[in-house]
């Protein structure tokens, strides 16, 4: 199976962007079949699901972060991409990305690292 290694956050202000990017090491024949997920978990909450690209490119969002994140994917780098904008502190969270269609966080049983964003003025 694919594995998935996130990256890209960091600390921002709330109104601004960052650009996670999920790395897969599989290549990019077996990537390009796999639907991506995007999860974040917040501090004493559970994981909640944020958006999903296809394989095919079709992107779909949690209402939360509609018309302020948009996912893409550049199959030839193996790498999935949540554009982030307009941040605000309840998007501070752990990130994770999943392959995947499934927005049931207990769908999945293993989770790696994840990255870190924290939205603070």
């Known amino acids: 199976q694919v594995q998935l290694v996130e990256s890209g956050g960091g600390l921002v202000q709330p109104g601004g962007s960052l650009r996670l990017s999920c790395t897969a090491s599989?290549?990019?024949?077996?990537?390009?079949?796999?639907?991506i997920s995007w999860f974040r978990q917040a501090p004493g909450k559970q994981r909640e699901w944020v958006a999903l690209i296809s394989n095919s490119g079709t992107a779909t969002y949690a209402d939360s972060v509609k018309g302020r994140f948009t996912v893409s994917r550049d199959n030839a780098v193996s790498t999935a991409y949540l554009q982030m904008n307009s941040l605000e502190p309840e998007d501070t969270a752990v990130y994770f990305c999943?392959?995947?269609?499934?927005?049931?966080?207990?769908?999945?049983?293993?989770w790696g690292q994840g990255t870190q964003v924290t939205v603070s003025s």
């Open positions: 599989g290549g990019i024949f077996s990537f390009s079949i796999y639907n």
């Open positions: 999943k392959p995947g269609r499934s927005p049931v966080a207990t769908t999945y049983s293993t």
